[in-house]
């Protein structure tokens, strides 16, 4: 069983910057593809980021393309996810997940373990 904590959340104003963080625990971290998704009320979960084992694949949602950074130390077991220039539209709660099945997908349903969540506000 892989248990997720993200970190990292907060208020800030738009066009800040805010660093959220994965830490894994329980499994072998290296073998999961690791997503980042975000619900904002009333909406859907949908992916903003995902990133392959090794960290060199990587996966953007149109709406944070040059805005969002993904990466990972598998040293550490933890992933992040860098987002500058933030909007009022990227006010969600953020969610990170681990997919063991090593197909790079970008659905929810795909992803069997997630964390509790954090909560990003962007003012406008």
């Known amino acids: 069983q892989v248990q997720l904590v993200e970190s990292g959340g907060g208020l800030v104003q738009a066009g800040g910057s805010l660093r959220l963080s994965c830490a894994a625990s329980?499994?072998?971290?290296?073998?999961?593809?690791m997503g980042w998704f975000r619900q904002a009320p009333g909406k859907e979960r949908e992916c903003v980021a995902a990133?392959?084992?090794?960290?060199?694949?990587?996966y953007y949602a149109d709406s944070v393309k040059g805005r969002f950074t993904v990466s990972r130390d598998n040293s550490k077991n933890t992933v992040y996810l860098q987002m500058n220039s933030l909007e009022p539209e990227d006010t969600a709660v953020y969610y990170c997940?681990?997919?063991?099945?090593?197909?790079?997908?970008?659905?929810?349903?795909?992803?069997?373990?997630w964390g509790q969540g954090t909560q990003v506000t962007v003012s406008s």
């Open positions: 997940a681990a997919d063991y099945t090593n197909i790079f997908q970008t659905i929810a349903p795909a992803y069997d373990y």
């Open positions: 990133i392959t084992r090794s960290g060199v694949g990587t």
């Open positions: 329980g499994g072998t971290f290296s073998t999961y593809i």
